[in-house]
C-alpha cells in the first residue's frame, strides 16, 4: 500500500488515495517517517519481562500464571496482552493445551459427557463420568486426567 501511495501521491494526493483504499492516512505517514508506535516499544520491554519472568520459573508458566507473576512484580499488563505477546512470540503456554482433569468436574457439579446433567439431580455423590466424549488419558497423583475425544 505505501509503495502505491508514494508512486500517486503527487497525481492525486495522499488522502484521497487512502480514502479510496480503505487505509488510514495517518498510519501511512507513521510508516513514511519509521517512527515506532507506543504500543509496540511497550510491548518489546514486556516481552523482555516476560522472558525473564519466564526462564526464573523454569519456563513451566502458561500465560495465566505468568500474568500473575507480573502481577507480583508489579506489572501492571492485561492477562489477554500477556497472551497474545506469549502466543507471538512462540510459547502458546500449558493453559492452551489444557486438559479437563475429573475431579476439577466432579468438584464442579458440571455437565456429564454428553451435555445433559446428572450431576446432583438424584441426591448424593455425582455419578462418574463413564463413556461419552471423555476418555482417561492418564493418572497424575492420584487423579484422573480426561480427554475429549474427537
Known amino acids: 500500500m505505501s509503495a502505491y501511495v508514494d508512486q500517486h501521491r503527487d497525481r492525486f494526493g495522499v488522502e484521497p488515495i487512502c480514502a479510496t483504499l480503505g487505509v488510514s492516512a495517518s498510519a501511512y505517514y507513521q510508516r513514511a517517517t519509521g517512527a515506532r508506535s ?38 501492571l499488563a492485561s492477562r489477554c496482552r500477556v497472551q497474545r505477546l506469549m502466543v507471538a512470540n512462540g510459547d502458546p503456554g500449558r493453559e492452551a493445551a489444557r486438559e479437563a482433569v475429573a475431579d476439577d468436574h466432579a468438584r464442579s457439579g458440571g455437565a456429564a459427557c454428553d451435555g445433559s446433567r446428572q450431576a446432583g439431580l438424584h441426591g448424593g455423590a455425582p455419578e462418574p463420568l ?21
Do not use: C, P
Not at 463413564?130 to 484422573?144: K, N, Q, Y
Open 38 to 75: 507506543a504500543r509496540v516499544v511497550e510491548d518489546e520491554r514486556l516481552l523482555a519481562v516476560i522472558r525473564e519472568t519466564h526462564a526464573e520459573n523454569y519456563f513451566a508458566y502458561g500465560y495465566r500464571r505468568m500474568w500473575k507473576a507480573l502481577v507480583r512484580a508489579g506489572e
Open 130 to 150: 463413564v463413556g461419552g466424549r471423555f476418555h482417561v488419558s492418564a493418572v497424575l497423583g492420584g487423579r484422573r486426567v480426561l480427554q475429549l475425544r474427537d
